[in-house]
T-cell receptor, first 114, second 109 residues
Framework: GAVVSQHPSRVICKSGTSVKIECRSL??????MFWYRQFPKQSLMLMAT?????????EQGVEKDKFLINHASLTLSTLTVTSAHPEDSSFYIC??????????FGPGTRLTVL | GQNIDQPTEMTATEGAIVQINCTYQ??????LFWYQQHAGEAPTFLSY??LDGLEEKGRFSSFLSRSKGYSYLLLKELQMKDSASYLC??????????WGAGTKLIIKP
């Protein structure tokens, strides 16, 4: 299957700082990428859909000014958590759409905000 | 609204067979997916059903009935490494994945 990478895999930051997470499709082009958040013992929650060259579409309840998404190329989408707080600590996972019905997941980024 | 239901947790014995059910109500249907997720890791793809019937892939099989809005994942010859969460997801008419809450499968020796 296709490969999607995420960087960093783990990040610990102080409250109030911003953190950028990168999602890259390594061997295919992805016009659409998805950002998910997963809290312990809960299922994936879609945060936003990232479309190359246009604004991201955010799910209800997700603050677009806090979670900045940039999909500047067909292989890279970034999620920036601005002014992070302890309640933003979570497992952030991206996926990239290869075809209409195929999505491939990155390995996830564990964010801990102190 | 859109809804995916699957049991929260199941327990099975090593070497046995377990069936994890999933029922769904979505706006449109473009296929049903099963993913496996180990703790602290991203989901990995197991199966995709878009037509009715059974798809077999090694020890894992997945069944779909579109008229009943129902699917199951069947795991045979269970191994300890199969302990994980199993996520059912349906792709709706907009090709968006709607996720179930996942079923935590506990395998006992």
């Amino acid at each position: 299957g296709a490969v999607v990478s995420q960087h960093p895999s783990r990040v610990i930051c102080k409250s109030g700082t911003s953190v950028k997470i990168e999602c890259r499709s390594l061997d295919f082009q992805a016009t659409t990428m998805f950002w998910y958040r997963q809290f312990p013992k809960q299922s994936l929650m879609l945060m936003a859909t990232s479309n190359e060259g246009s604004k991201a579409t955010y799910e209800q309840g997700v603050e677009k000014d806090k979670f900045l998404i940039n999909h500047a190329s067909l292989t890279l989408s970034t999620l920036t958590v601005t002014s992070a707080h302890p309640e933003d600590s979570s497992f952030y996972i991206c996926s990239a759409r290869a075809t209409e019905t195929e999505q491939f997941f990155g390995p996830g980024t564990r964010l801990t905000v102190l | 609204g859109q809804n995916i239901d699957q049991p929260t947790e199941m327990t099975a014995t090593e070497g046995a067979i377990v069936q994890i059910n999933c029922t769904y109500q979505t706006s449109g249907f473009n296929g049903l997916f099963w993913y496996q997720q180990h703790a602290g890791e991203a989901p990995t793809f197991l199966s995709y059903n878009v037509l009715d019937g059974l798809e077999e892939k090694g020890r894992f099989s997945s069944f779909l009935s579109r008229s009943k809005g129902y699917s199951y994942l069947l795991l045979k010859e269970l191994q300890m490494k199969d302990s994980a969460s199993y996520l059912c997801a349906v792709m709706d008419s907009n090709y968006q994945l709607i996720w179930g809450a996942g079923t935590k499968l506990i395998i006992k020796p």
